[in-house]
């Protein structure tokens, strides 16, 4: 069983629609981490968070810690926004487990 | 531009061969990581240093070996190339152990024939 588990493993939306990619974990960690990667192959983080909810742009990511649950929602969604997104979460100690990804398509 | 540079970005080796990934970042971080990415598979962890003159195994380190020489480079190796190490290969800084200012490399692109 993979200790970080993502849904759905693809997502397809019409432009401008409300998205949220789940990220569930079995494990004790101390921060999670979600990730963008482009279809050129760059990756790029987009929040570490520990706790709570953080808020770039049209990109929201909440954590519930009990739950062992994160989500990230991407509001008006844009068809530049189709890429890879990937949690990862640390665990205790230096081992950051990273989930397969959810493969975002978002249509004109 | 500030950041972390991988060198090559595309290689072919055969069996065998023997090859060296550099990953350069000049963001002062003290961690650095080494992932390879396989179709289906999330990133999974080679090896990483905690700081300058360190190294330490991660989740799948056979085959590989690497180097910490000076803080801002860090060396992944191939002393003798399989086949089943025919990846997209990532490098990646951050700031502590947290995964603060987590940065990657554009990745490296291996095939082994």
């Known amino acids: 069983k993979n200790e970080v588990e993502q849904s759905p493993q693809n997502l397809t939306a019409q432009e401008g629609e409300f998205i949220t990619i789940n990220c569930s974990y079995s494990?004790?960690?101390?921060?999670l981490h979600w990730l963008q990667q482009h279809p050129g192959g760059g990756i790029v983080s987009l929040f570490m968070l520990s706790s709570g909810k953080k808020k770039h742009g049209r990109l929201i990511a909440t954590i519930n810690i009990q739950e062992k649950h994160s989500s990230l929602h991407i509001t008006a969604s844009h068809p530049r926004d189709s890429a890879v997104y990937i949690c990862a979460v640390k665990e205790y100690g230096n081992k950051l487990v990273f989930g397969a990804g959810t493969i975002l398509r978002v249509k004109s | 531009n500030a950041g972390v540079t991988q060198t090559p970005k595309f290689r072919v080796l055969k069996t065998g061969q023997s090859m060296t990934l550099l990953c350069a970042q000049d963001?002062?971080?003290?961690?650095m990581y080494w992932y390879r990415q396989d179709p289906g598979m999330g990133l999974r962890l080679i090896h990483y240093s905690v700081g300058e003159g360190t190294t330490a195994k991660g989740e799948v380190p056979d085959g590989y070996n690497v180097s910490r020489l000076k803080k801002q480079n860090f060396l992944l190796g191939l002393e003798s190339a399989a086949p089943s190490q025919t990846s997209v290969y990532f490098c990646a800084s951050s700031y502590n152990g947290q995964g603060q200012g987590y940065t990657f490399g554009s990745g490296t692109r291996l095939t082994v024939v």
């Open positions: 963001m002062n971080h003290e961690y």
């Open positions: 494990v004790g960690i101390s921060a």
